[in-house]
């Protein structure tokens, strides 16, 4: 019998894009759950590029991406779909559409979207943002639907089946463990903090026309700051590209920056953090190799 499956080209091999920066493996991690079909799980402290990764898979693929932002009250049937019953009740005693036409009551949630467009033989990327926001039982929820990329609207009767199954990336910043029956069905990667030569890379994407004495003096300082002890806190890539902006805004001299540390509120959030750098001889640390 002939293969009546919707076929798609294969997809390239993704590298990052010209704005978002990867390492060799990430790259690695997400080609191989692209190959195999799999959710990849994505965890890591925030700010180190986590919801950005979705847009640039999307965007290295040439695929759209929806997404799905997890709260503490997202339930798995969010995610599939809505039966918006006080529509149709409004509509019954004032409107004049055909409430018996019960489908036009049924909004697909993201995953829904997702595997509708499959359906249709288009490949979408989705991102499952920050899924240990809601309760333990959502990845559990969850684990059916994206094992078997179907799912049935109960109201209806219609069955959505993805032929062509997502790329689904779910991302985490590990408040909750998941449940290994989750695990077992993903493919995971822990983004690392960048080290200094990434960061570079990373700060030059987002300041393409810093003075290259800035950049260098402001990444060497925000590393000491990261270096120091007992930060509650330590601030992330986001926050030293917000840095490397105040930097540029307020025209600091970088020969100051081995020195002082302007705008701390920028870097760290705690009040403890920013008395404890208030306290450091920055000069002196400046003198130090780490
Ligand atoms: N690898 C990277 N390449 C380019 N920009 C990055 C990268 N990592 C982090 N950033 C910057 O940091 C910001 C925060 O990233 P985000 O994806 O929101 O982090 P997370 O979801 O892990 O908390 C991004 O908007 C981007 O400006
Ligand atoms: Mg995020």
């Given amino acids: 019998m002939p293969d009546s499956r919707p076929t798609t080209p294969p997809l390239p091999k993704w590298r990052g894009t010209p704005s978002y920066i990867a390492a060799d493996d990430l790259c690695a991690t997400v080609n191989v759950a692209v190959a195999l079909g799999r959710p990849l799980l994505v965890k890591g402290e925030?700010?180190?590029?986590?919801?950005?990764?979705?847009?640039?898979i999307a965007q290295g693929l040439g695929l759209e991406l929806l997404t799905w932002h997890v709260k503490s009250t997202t339930r798995a049937q969010d995610g599939l779909y809505l039966y918006d019953t006080v529509a149709r009740l409004n509509d019954s005693r004032f409107g004049d559409r055909d409430v018996r036409d019960v489908a036009q009551y049924i909004k697909l949630g993201p995953l829904g979207q997702a595997f509708e467009r499959g359906?249709?033989?288009?490949?979408?990327?989705?991102?499952?943002?920050?899924?240990?926001k809601a309760d333990l039982e959502f990845p559990n929820d969850l684990l059916h639907e994206l094992d078997a990329m179907r799912f049935v609207v109960a109201?209806?009767?219609?069955?959505?089946?993805?032929?062509?199954?997502?790329?689904?990336?779910?991302?985490?910043?590990?408040?909750?463990?998941l449940p290994d029956a989750f695990l077992r069905r993903c493919v995971f990667h822990y983004i690392e903090f960048p080290d200094e030569a990434l960061l570079g890379q990373i700060c030059r994407v987002h300041h393409p026309d810093a003075d290259e004495k800035l950049l260098a003096a402001a990444l060497r300082?925000?590393?000491?700051?990261?270096?120091?002890?007992?930060?509650?806190?330590?601030?992330?890539t986001s926050e030293l590209i917000d840095w490397v902006a105040g930097l540029r805004l307020a025209g600091i001299d970088p020969d100051k920056l081995e020195s002082a540390l302007p705008f701390a509120g920028v870097l760290l959030k705690q009040e403890r953090d920013t008395?404890?750098?208030?306290?450091?001889?920055?000069?002196?640390?400046?003198?130090?190799?780490?």
């Fill in 275 to 290: 008395q404890r750098a208030a306290k450091v001889d920055f000069a002196k640390l400046s003198q130090r190799r780490f």
């Fill in 221 to 236: 300082q925000f590393l000491r700051v990261r270096a120091l002890p007992e930060l509650r806190k330590k601030p992330s």
């Fill in 119 to 132: 359906q249709r033989g288009e490949r979408v990327v989705l991102l499952i943002d920050e899924i240990d």
């Fill in 46 to 56: 925030p700010g180190t590029g986590k919801t950005l990764l979705a847009q640039a």
């Fill in 155 to 177: 109201e209806t009767g219609r069955e959505i089946s993805a032929a062509v199954r997502p790329i689904v990336l779910i991302t985490s910043n590990a408040e909750k463990e």
